[in-house]
């Protein structure tokens, strides 16, 4: 599908209606799509949001993410994303040594998916935006190695100031938006 397009830049594909029940696109669809992006080596910007993105298509993703040495911003937004789906998908990214942005709003990722972010992804990532997700951060987590972290739209839980106020007493914290 991709052959020929090293040179591509940037790949935005959006269901705008998106209900995969009505559009006939499910994971395993996707998941045999995303293998023929790994001929897209010049990829900067790649946006894959609203097509039912799950456990296959973020594992073919991983398997592709080392052959797109020239990744800087990766949006997920929209999809059926969870914790299972991260643990697959951070393999893949951490050899992505120049991603800086990560979108994975509007997904189903928890406090275990957020940990897995925090741990897996490569230390290049500076923004990652998870609004509209389940974090809901029942436990202290190193929030202060990203520069913007996007939570807005989670049920977060009452101790969450607590963890968030020992997040910015870290001397090594980078927030500078949350």
């Known amino acids: 599908l991709f052959r020929g397009m090293k040179s591509l830049e940037k790949l935005t ?34 946006e894959l949001e609203c097509l039912g993105l799950s456990f296959n298509s973020c594992a073919a993703l991983a398997a592709i993410s080392p052959q797109m040495a020239a990744l800087l911003k990766l949006s997920l937004r929209g999809n059926s994303i969870d914790d299972d789906c991260v643990q697959v998908l951070v393999r893949g990214l951490v050899q992505c040594r120049h991603l800086y942005e990560l979108n994975l709003n509007k997904n189903l990722i928890g406090d275990n998916g957020l940990e897995l972010l925090v741990q897996g992804l490569p230390t290049s990532v500076d923004s990652l935006e998870l609004s509209d997700n389940e974090v809901t951060l029942s436990r202290q987590l190193p929030l202060s190695r990203f520069k913007a972290l996007n939570l807005g739209g989670n049920e977060l839980c009452s101790v969450c100031p607590r963890v968030i106020a020992a997040s910015l007493a870290d001397p090594e914290c980078r927030l500078e938006t949350l």
């Open 13 to 46: 594909v959006w269901n705008e209606t998106y209900a995969s029940e009505a559009n006939g696109l499910d994971d395993d669809d996707m998941a045999g799509c995303l293998p023929s992006l790994a001929a897209c080596t010049g990829i900067q910007e790649l």
